[in-house]
């Protein structure tokens, strides 16, 4: 398994949407950005407009399980920011995964079968 790195730093996430490509989807939003490292980063955004902590918190750990469970299939090497939309709220597991992987394609940062390559 991959250790991947997180974003915390407010300037980085300001980096991000600014210079960043992006793919949304109804659920979420995504912000991708070379980062000329070996690794990949993710940093997740979670308004509080979305609910409480509680909400909030479910949000965040569904992201990250949805990026944990498909880290081999994504290209290493990018900064990315997860931001969760309000249909979040009510998604489980299996459609977070989906939807993930959507915005994933749409910037082409899926991995085809063989051998990691670019699709």
């Known amino acids: 398994m991959k250790h991947t790195y997180r974003i915390k730093q407010n300037y980085e996430f300001r980096r991000l949407y600014r210079r960043g490509k992006s793919a949304a989807t109804p659920f979420l939003v995504v912000y991708a950005l070379k980062n000329r490292r070996s690794f990949s980063r993710i940093g997740l955004t979670v308004s509080p407009k979305l609910g409480g902590a509680v909400t909030r918190n479910r949000i965040k750990r569904l992201l990250r399980e949805a990026y944990r469970l498909h880290e081999d299939?994504?290209?290493?090497?990018?900064?990315?920011?997860?931001?969760?939309?309000?249909?979040?709220?009510?998604?489980?597991?299996?459609?977070?995964?989906?939807?993930?992987?959507?915005?994933?394609?749409?910037?082409?940062?899926?991995?085809?079968e063989n051998g990691g390559e670019k699709a």
């Open 73 to 112: 299939e994504i290209i290493t090497g990018y900064d990315l920011i997860l931001v969760a939309r309000v249909r979040m709220v009510g998604a489980n597991c299996a459609r977070t995964e989906r939807e993930l992987l959507r915005a994933m394609k749409k910037l082409g940062l899926v991995c085809s």
